[in-house]
């Protein structure tokens, strides 16, 4: 009997049967994970469905209804959510709805009649934006839309694009060429619609933040180089000359033209030849050169 004492142990503890449906459910989740085509669409209560595949792939379909997340919560409101008590919009404080009981114990004809002018204007006040379609309402997204503000970047959001803190945000080229985002008109954005941050520079260089906004202040490097932005170098190093084509080069705007190799001095003609100061206007026009053309 001394050889089967592990299984009387004390430490031997019962396992329920809800524990043990738990624990296989879990082991199926990891499973199914390698065999669904969308594994981040996938969730724990989808063990329990008759075909978990065509769920996941019904999921990732174009213009689905999604089901709200919170359907699982024991809690319906989230954390620090108050809900705001209701409020007649503006149109019908005006109306008030006191009972006149005379009217209500000797009614006249015409008077419960509505005008439909003053019905129309009541309601055409009202202009609530509506959601896309396929959305299900939330009362959670303005609670949500509070913590997201945009155009700024989180500390893990920069640490992982490798940006430092003068380096331009990833969509400030686009958005000098294109315009800020009409949804977001009033929103200032560094570098388009506003002075960059203090100790950044202007340029197409690493960590440049691109067209100057009164004037085009391109800081080109040295040493025959010059600049090109892509994914690569931006946060990294600058790309040489024989690297880059000519069509993403960018021309140093403080080059002069060569006027020697334009203009031959041999060709132009000696104006103190051709005019002669002491003649009048008139003599001018009828004096002719050597080669038969008239001045």
Request: proline share 7%; glycine share 4%; charged share 25%.
């Amino acid at each position: 009997m001394d050889e089967y004492n592990f299984v009387f142990s004390d430490n031997y503890k019962k396992i329920n049967k809800k524990e043990r449906k738990a624990t296989a459910r879990q082991k199926l989740y990891e499973k199914y994970l390698e065999i669904v085509p969308y594994p981040h669409l996938l969730e724990l209560e989808d063990i329990k469905s008759t075909n978990i595949i065509l769920l996941n792939k019904l999921k990732n379909v174009s213009g689905s209804v999604k089901v709200p997340k919170r359907w699982k919560h024991k809690n319906l409101f989230p954390h620090s959510y108050t809900k705001k008590a209701f409020n007649f919009p503006l149109p019908f404080k005006f109306f008030k709805m006191e009972e006149n009981t005379e009217n209500r114990i000797f009614p006249k004809l015409g008077i419960t009649s509505i005008n439909p002018r003053k019905l129309c204007e009541a309601f055409s006040l009202i202009d609530y934006p509506l959601s896309g379609v396929g959305d299900v309402f939330d009362f959670t997204w303005s609670h949500e839309m509070k913590q997201c503000v945009p155009g700024k970047l989180s500390h893990g959001l920069r640490s992982a694009l490798g940006m430092t803190e003068l380096s331009p945000p990833p969509w400030l080229f686009k958005m000098q060429k294109m315009g800020p985002p009409p949804g977001w008109v009033d929103v200032k954005y560094p570098g388009v619609n506003c002075e960059i941050p203090k100790n950044c520079k202007y340029g197409y260089e690493p960590n440049g933040w691109g067209k100057c906004i009164e004037k085009i202040e391109l800081t080109l490097s040295q040493n025959n180089l010059e600049d090109k932005f892509n994914i690569h170098n931006q946060y990294t190093t600058l790309s040489y000359l024989d690297q880059v084509s000519n069509t993403d080069a960018i021309l140093n705007t403080d080059a002069t033209p060569n006027t020697d190799a334009i203009l031959n001095t041999d060709d132009i003609l000696n104006t103190d030849d051709i005019l002669n100061t002491d003649a009048t206007p008139n003599e001018l026009n009828n004096e002719t050169i050597d080669n038969g053309e008239t001045y």
